[in-house]
Nanobody
Framework: QVQLVESGGGLVQPGDSLRVSCAAS????????MGWFRQAPGKEREFVGS???????FYGDSVKGRFTITRDNTKNTVYLQMNSLKPDDTAVYYC??????????????WGQGTQVTVSS
């Protein structure tokens, strides 16, 4: 397993952009698929997107075209670039390491989460 630490969350206005990061420990980072999930109060955890070891990505329908996931294997870091943010994007954002998939059970290591709030 790897240890994951998210950073970069905050309060932004609708239409703004924000990038959150997830730093991983361990030398096997490059072999993991990395996923981003989010959870708003009173709602189930929602798949945001995933990136495989070679950089291939896929996204949930609610963020497709607005969010982009990248990874830097030299820095053991994965990024979530969020553009055109909406109030509905408000949630705690979690990164996870595991195998490619949109279900949480594909991932066996999770970060502690970072709060993103979109409000005017």
């Amino acid at each position: 397993q790897v240890q994951l630490v998210e950073s970069g969350g905050g309060l932004v206005q609708p239409g703004d952009s924000l990038r959150v990061s997830c730093a991983a420990s361990g030398r096997t980072f490059r072999s993991y698929a990395m996923g981003w999930f989010r959870q708003a109060p009173g709602k189930e955890r929602e798949f945001v997107g995933s990136i495989n070891w070679s950089g291939g990505t896929f996204y949930g329908d609610s963020v497709k075209g607005r969010f982009t996931i990248t990874r830097d294997n030299t820095k053991n870091t994965v990024y979530l670039q969020m553009n055109s943010l909406k109030p509905d994007d408000t949630a705690v954002y979690y990164c996870a390491a595991g195998s490619v998939g949109s279900d949480p059970y594909h991932y066996n290591s999770w970060g502690q989460g970072t709060q993103v709030t979109v409000s005017s």
